[in-house]
């Protein structure tokens, strides 16, 4: 699966300089994009392949995750359309076509904004996801797969909303405030933040953290407990790094049987070691 001048060609046009401002090396750059991008669905070619040879048996081709950013950055908006519905992406990638002699099930699904939600410019909304009515989505945000922004959730500029993350409404349960996502805040995968949290800017909910109105969140940092009152929702603090976690039953039944209940738990604030591993790929965007 080596393909040594396809790999050549593919990190020349990455690292060229003119590759925004001259059109004969976009072309060429393009075609090498396409011969990639064909021999990827072909399977010819991988991103990662077994390789004994390795610590951990796979040997990882970064030069085909550049190719595939270099088709990102060569790809201009197109629109195209689905009945009543319209899309708008890079047309370095459209929707890949099946036929049934493929062998693949490809089950119907999608993405839909609903009227009365506000997406700015330069949201990235990945399928399927869901953004309801009245919910506030800012700039340069993604929306990635399987994510809901439920009704009126407030998200801010630069969030990552990541695969399955799942943002309560106020619609249903009915609840008074909606959930407010800051700034340049991580969502991890499988996040849920219901019941009118807020997360303040920067922080960074590790993959699985379920925040709401009845969570205790454990900063160990300042050695407090962060709980909602009947006044105010819970309140993730700024920059705040919060991992899934549990408490123990310390009372009745639940100590006799030696339960333990889920916490959320703030073991850190943000540092370069979370901007690392939270650093988002800008040629996605
Ligand atoms: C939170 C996260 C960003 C890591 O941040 P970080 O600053 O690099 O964290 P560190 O690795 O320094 O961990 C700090 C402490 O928290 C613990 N920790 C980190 N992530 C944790 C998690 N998800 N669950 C439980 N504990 C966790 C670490 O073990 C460490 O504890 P220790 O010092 O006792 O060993 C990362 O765990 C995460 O969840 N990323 C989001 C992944 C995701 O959802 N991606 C989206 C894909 S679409």
Redesign the pocket.
């Known amino acids: 699966m080596i393909n040594q001048p396809l790999q050549r060609t593919i990190e020349h046009y990455i690292a060229h300089p003119e590759l925004s401002t001259d059109f004969t090396v976009q072309a060429k750059a393009l075609a090498a994009f396409f011969d990639l991008r064909d021999k990827l669905e072909t399977g010819e070619l991988r991103a990662a392949e077994p390789d004994p040879a390795t610590s951990t048996g796979w040997r990882v081709n970064a030069w085909v995750k550049q190719g595939i950013l270099l088709g990102f950055r060569l790809g201009v908006l197109e629109q195209s359309a689905s009945g009543s519905l319209s899309f708008v992406d890079k047309n370095t990638y459209p929707a890949r076509q099946f036929t049934a002699q493929e062998g693949v099930r490809i089950v119907p699904g999608g993405s839909s904004i609903r009227a009365g939600a506000y997406v700015a410019r330069s949201v990235v909304c990945m399928p399927p996801m869901y953004v309801n009515v009245g919910a506030y989505v800012d700039e340069g945000t993604m929306v990635?797969?399987h994510a809901l922004v439920g009704s009126c959730a407030q998200i801010g500029k630069r969030v990552?909303l990541?695969?399955?993350?799942q943002i309560g409404g106020v619609l249903e349960p009915v609840n008074a405030s909606p959930v407010v996502i800051e700034d340049d805040v991580?969502?991890?995968?499988?996040?849920g933040v219901y019941e009118g949290a807020i997360v303040r800017q920067g922080a960074?909910?590790?993959?699985?953290?379920i925040l709401t109105r009845g969570t205790p969140v454990f900063d160990l940092v300042h050695g407090e407990i962060l709980r909602s009152t009947p006044e105010m929702p819970l309140i993730i603090p700024e920059n705040a790094?919060?991992?899934?976690?549990s408490r123990a039953v310390n009372k009745g039944k639940g100590a006799e049987w030696g339960l333990s209940l889920y916490a959320a738990?703030i073991?850190?604030y943000?540092?370069e070691?979370?901007?690392?591993?939270?650093t988002l790929e800008d040629l996605l965007r």
Do not use: F, Q
């Not at 991580?186 to 996040?191: H, K, P, R, Y």
């Not at 790094?241 to 976690?245: A, F, L, M, S």
């Open positions: 990635d797969s990552h990541s695969a399955a993350a991580l969502v991890g995968g499988n996040c960074v909910l590790a993959a699985g953290t790094v919060v991992v899934p976690g738990v073991v850190k943000r540092d070691k979370t901007d690392l591993s939270t």
